[in-house]
């Protein structure tokens, strides 16, 4: 009769095994099969937990589902994700079981996911805007999309005011005198150190919204910066 130090188990003819990640001594009550593969190659690995014939399938085992976490994501930290292989996935030449399978596709998805977060981060960092929007959207994060847009857009147009109020100034203090015409009328809009940002909002004789980005650009080539 045979027991099982680990768990207690008696058995005549007691099958044991081993736990492919820490070596831990298992019996077949307490191990935990996650996965197979085939051949008498991989039972000489001796991590086999089972598989008679030249031919069968040789089963792998975990004590612990915390041992079973630890040997996956020696693998999905180093981008190897679970592949398909036909109903069933497979990760490190072993062909998983279904409880193992969701377990470290889960495990993937979640490392793919912080991945993607940290360089959506990274890209905000650098202003770029779009590039992190896209990110937040391929992993449906459609709020969080909308809301880096936003503050993009709102960058942009602080940074737009600011650039008017300077340019505006220098035309002040040099004294300049200029026309800016109108793009829907052709009207030409008088500007000088007397004009104020609120007459360049909209053109006094056709009524037209003017561009912010149209008004600075063109200012820019009239106090001549580079």
């Known amino acids: 009769m045979g027991k099982c130090n680990r768990c207690g188990y008696r058995r005549l003819g007691l099958v044991r095994s081993r736990c492919m990640v820490c070596g831990a001594l298992l019996c077949e009550s307490c191990q935990m099969i996650v996965g197979s593969t085939e051949g008498d190659l991989a039972r000489m690995s001796g991590r086999s937990a089972g598989g008679y014939g030249s031919f069968g399938p040789v089963y792998h085992a975990a004590c612990t589902w915390d041992c079973f976490d630890r040997w996956a994501w020696s693998f999905i930290s180093r981008e190897h994700a679970p592949k398909r292989f036909g109903p069933g996935y497979v990760l490190g030449g072993i062909r998983l079981h279904p409880a193992a399978a969701q377990r470290a596709v889960a ?10 977060l940290a360089h959506a981060q990274h890209l905000i960092e650098a202003e770029d805007h779009e590039g992190a929007a896209k990110i937040y959207q391929t992993l449906g994060m459609w709020k969080e999309a909308g809301e880096v847009r936003r503050s993009g857009r709102r960058q942009i147009v602080t ?3 600011v650039n008017v109020n300077d340019l505006v100034d220098q035309v ?7 026309d800016y015409t109108c793009p829907a009328c052709r009207g030409h809009i008088p500007i000088s150190g007397d004009t104020t940002l ?3 909002r ?4 056709c009524g037209s919204a003017i561009q912010t980005t149209d008004l600075v650009e063109f200012l820019t080539r009239v106090v001549g910066y580079p």
């Not at 495990?107 to 993607?116: N, S």
């Not at 909209?202 to 004789?205: A, D, T």
């Open 172 to 178: 002040r203090k040099a004294g300049i005198v200029t």
């Open 159 to 161: 940074q737009v005011h």
């Open 198 to 200: 609120a007459k360049l």
């Open 107 to 116: 495990m993937a998805e979640d490392h793919r996911r912080r991945q993607g």
């Open 202 to 205: 909209s053109c006094q004789y």
